[in-house]
């Protein structure tokens, strides 16, 4: 690999505290020479470190020109921040029922209560049925108790102008704590209402929960679901601000729920 290959690697594999111990020495040496592979490996005890020094440093040797070494140490820090950065808006892949050996994943319920606790400032869930998750509705609740904006956008029976076929009470509970919506008022189309079939989960609209469970017992632990959890504050933000926009008494199609 060439010297950027390396140092991408590099700012993939280290630690941070190794990577800034690297950069100490790297700051230091002028040029690329025999004795840095020692220095490295020196600063960081570690036998899984030594092929890694020695890759680095024959890379930079390599270089045409090599670069000075606080310029190498700097490209090490700004790899390993960024990948620092990569990582913490990584997407998530959960799922419900069966689960398989393929890739790690997590539990769609698990992960709503973990979303529903870092919410700070506020929670917009979005879900066609919901009953039950009793777990998730204390969750609620405390977020609510600290003070957390809560607005439910959920479906409602066929009388109500809704598609569900039976006429529920969901999260009876939360009526003195959450906004609740509801979609009223909306044409047939090919001799069918639409429904409103999202189902969503975002906290302070920076991290979100997207996926195929409904807010039920069944769907977050025995149904066959899968979902991703997004950290991207920008994918986010705007996943929010559309259904805010939703929600504008002008124009907005969602109303609030009595």
Same mark, same amino acid.
């Given at each position: 690999?060439?010297?950027?290959d ?9 630690p ?7 950069? #100490? ?10 004795a ?12 899984w470190? =030594? ?38 808006? #990584? ?28 919410s ?9 049925? =919901? ?9 609620l ?5 600290r ?14 102008g ?6 529920t009470?969901p ?10 919506? =509801? ?34 017992? #069944?769907?977050? =632990?025995?149904?066959l ?12 933000? #705007? ?20």
């Amino acid at each position: 690999m060439d010297l950027p290959d390396v140092i991408a690697t590099l700012g993939r594999e280290l630690p941070d505290t190794h990577v800034r111990s690297w950069a #100490r020495v790297l700051g230091d040496c002028p040029a690329p020479h025999p004795a840095v592979r020692g220095l490295l490996t020196g600063a960081r005890p570690g036998a899984w470190l =030594a092929a890694r020094a020695a890759r680095l440093v024959a890379a930079w040797s390599a270089a045409e020109p090599p670069p000075p070494g606080p310029a190498l140490a700097l490209a090490l820090e700004t790899a390993s921040r960024m990948h620092a950065e990569t990582q913490r808006h #990584r997407a998530d892949i959960v799922v419900s029922g069966p689960r398989s050996d393929a890739i790690p994943v997590r539990l769609t319920g698990s992960v709503i209560v973990q979303v529903i606790r870092a919410s700070r400032a506020s929670l917009l869930v979005v879900s066609f049925a =919901a009953f039950g998750v009793a777990e998730v509705v204390r969750e609620l609740v405390a977020a609510a108790g600290r003070g957390v904006r809560i607005d439910l956008v959920l479906e409602g029976a066929v009388e109500d102008g809704g598609t569900l076929r039976a006429k529920t009470s969901p999260f009876q509970v939360l009526r003195p704590f959450a906004t609740f919506w =509801a979609w009223p008022d909306r044409p047939a189309v090919g001799g069918s209402i639409p429904a409103l079939h999202a189902k969503v989960v975002v906290a302070d609209e920076s991290v979100a929960l997207l996926g195929s469970a409904n807010l039920t017992d #069944r769907a977050l =632990a025995h149904n066959l679901e899968v979902g991703v959890v997004l950290r991207d504050p920008e994918a986010v933000g #705007r996943l929010a601000r559309h259904f805010r926009a939703l929600m504008r008494p002008d124009t907005g199609p969602l109303r609030p729920a009595g």
